[in-house]
Antibody, heavy 122, light 108 residues
Framework: QVQLVQSGAEVKKPGASVNISCKAS????????ITWVRQAPGQGLEWVGW????????NYGKNLQGRVTMTKDTSTSTAYMELTSLTSDDTAVYFC???????????????WGQGTMVTVSS | EIVLTQSPGTLSLSPGERATLSCRAS???????LAWYQQKPGQSPRLLMY???SRATGIPDRFSGSGSGTDFTLTISRLEPEDFAVYYC??????????FGPGTKVDI
């Protein structure tokens, strides 16, 4: 079945970097973009960024610009998100999601990974 | 940047009742750009509606969406016990690509 499986929980110190993986199966990985969303404890959903199906285009959240990098490896059907210079404000569950096109201007996130908890603490 | 506001923050209802959730955009949004998600505690969000009124695969028909311009609504016709969750609206844009509302919690 169609699924996204993310890497396990991470605990990092302030200033460190984290790299989260998101392995896709059950669908043609190169045909879909991947969006990353995060959720701080007890808070709502925050869009982190997006990488296009062909990896040519990327769009990152303004408050994360310069610290986040998204990549896709079509040979392993895996997407990656790296976040550098971590602070306690980056403590959150990070989700990857398949970015699906439904029609002109209509995009939505139809398949989600299980989430990866990233804790930043000294 | 378009800001989404959801109301009410919390909706307290009983099974069998009708739930009406509102999502308001700070400026006009094409209905095709509007989606709704459901999230239960400890779970990933689940897509309910896209294009404001189209149900995603496997979503029961007690869920319906409507609206245009700046005002959108998600309606659950008769609440089932599994529907008690947090609901988020989301709009698609250029940059940022997606914006989420703050969520409405539907609880008993």
């Amino acid at each position: 079945q169609v699924q996204l499986v993310q890497s396990g929980a991470e605990v990092k110190k302030p200033g460190a970097s984290v790299n989260i993986s998101c392995k896709a199966s059950g669908y043609p990985f190169s045909n879909y973009g991947i969006t990353w969303v995060r959720q701080a404890p007890g808070q709502g959903l925050e869009w982190v960024g997006w990488i296009s199906a062909d990896s040519v285009n990327r769009n990152y959240g303004k408050n994360l610009q310069g610290r986040v990098t998204m990549t896709k490896d079509t040979s392993t059907s895996t997407a990656y998100m790296e976040l550098t210079s971590l602070t306690s404000d980056d403590t959150a569950v990070y989700f990857c999601a398949r970015d699906r096109y439904y029609g002109p201007g209509s995009y939505a996130l139809d398949v989600w990974g299980q989430g990866t908890m990233v804790t930043v603490s000294s | 940047e378009i800001v989404l506001t959801q109301s009410p923050g919390t909706l307290s209802l009983s099974p069998g009742e009708r739930a009406t959730l509102s999502c308001r955009a700070s400026q006009s949004v094409s209905s095709s750009y509007l989606a709704w998600y459901q999230q239960k505690p400890g779970q990933s969000p689940r897509l309910l509606m896209y294009g404001a009124s189209s149900r995603a695969t496997g979503i029961p028909d007690r869920f319906s969406g409507s609206g245009s311009g700046t005002d959108f609504t998600l309606t659950i016709s008769r609440l089932e016990p599994e529907d008690f969750a947090v609901y988020y609206c989301q709009q698609f844009g250029n940059s940022p690509r997606f914006t989420f509302g703050p969520g409405t919690k539907v609880d008993i």
